[in-house]
């Protein structure tokens, strides 16, 4: 079992910046990779990026560029740097990792952009 609990969401303004941040705590070791993900309103939740545990990195096509994920060095939290964020990134973010066949998530952040 792994447990994930996100931070750092909020409201932010249009062109503005946050950082993510996702603790993973439990069977860690057995994470094949972590990654995050976003649920905007009215809409399927959708892939953002994901880190496997050697530090390689995928991304939306949508969102290179204006996302980065990375790790921490202690390998137990993830996070995800966001920049020019604009209303359509409003939505929950979540975090989450795969272990075998079954998905781990977390409660998920709100991020908020408005004027």
């Known amino acids: 079992q792994v447990r994930l609990e996100e931070s750092g969401g909020g409201l932010v303004q249009p062109g503005g910046s946050l950082r993510l941040s996702c603790v993973a705590s439990g069977s860690i070791e057995s994470m094949w990779y972590m990654a995050w993900s976003r649920e905007a309103p009215g809409k399927q939740r959708e892939f953002i990026a994901s880190?496997?545990?050697?530090?390689?990195?995928k991304y939306s096509d949508s969102m290179k560029g204006h996302f980065t994920i990375f790790r921490g060095s202690d390998k137990n939290t993830l996070f995800l740097q966001m920049t020019n964020l604009q209303p359509d990134d409003t939505g929950i973010y979540y975090c989450?990792?795969?272990?075998?066949?079954?998905?781990?998530w977390g409660q998920g952040t709100q991020v908020t952009v408005s004027s």
């Open positions: 989450y990792s795969q272990i075998g066949s079954f998905t781990h």
């Open positions: 880190i496997n545990n050697d530090g390689s990195t």
